[in-house]
């Protein structure tokens, strides 16, 4: 009923930049929160960045001022533009999403994960 369609990822050296997005579709009545989380081998999945309904945004602070996050309500779409790239951003980005669903729900929904690779 719901699904996150992530795109974006890939290889970069170090320095470099790249841009992921995230679209969500299915019987969605609203997007609250939008957000990334990452995990790379052997560590936990951690919180990259969010951004609420109102354009409000956190970071976690290993990416600060080096990754921007932005949406697009219309279409219902997170972005992440990742710049200044480091090898230990290398990890599998998960977008996620709190939807309302059309009959009152609320669903938490995952993407299915993009890799990305920093080369040093």
């Known amino acids: 009923q719901v699904q996150l369609v992530e795109s974006g990822g890939g290889l970069v050296q170090a320095g470099g930049s790249l841009r992921l997005s995230c679209a969500a579709s299915?019987?969605?009545?609203?997007?609250?929160?939008m957000g990334w989380y990452r995990q790379a081998p052997g560590k936990q999945r951690e919180l990259v960045a969010q951004i609420l309904k109102d354009g409000n945004t956190n970071y976690a602070d290993s990416v600060k001022g080096r990754f921007t996050i932005s949406r697009d309500n219309a279409e219902k779409t997170v972005y992440l533009q990742m710049n200044s790239l480091k090898a230990e951003d290398t990890a599998v980005y998960y977008c996620?999403?709190?939807?309302?669903?059309?009959?009152?729900?609320?669903?938490?929904?995952w993407g299915q994960g993009t890799q990305v690779t920093v080369s040093s």
């Open positions: 996620n999403a709190d939807i309302v669903m059309y009959w009152g729900t609320r669903y938490d929904g």
């Open positions: 299915g019987s969605i009545f609203s997007v609250n929160s």
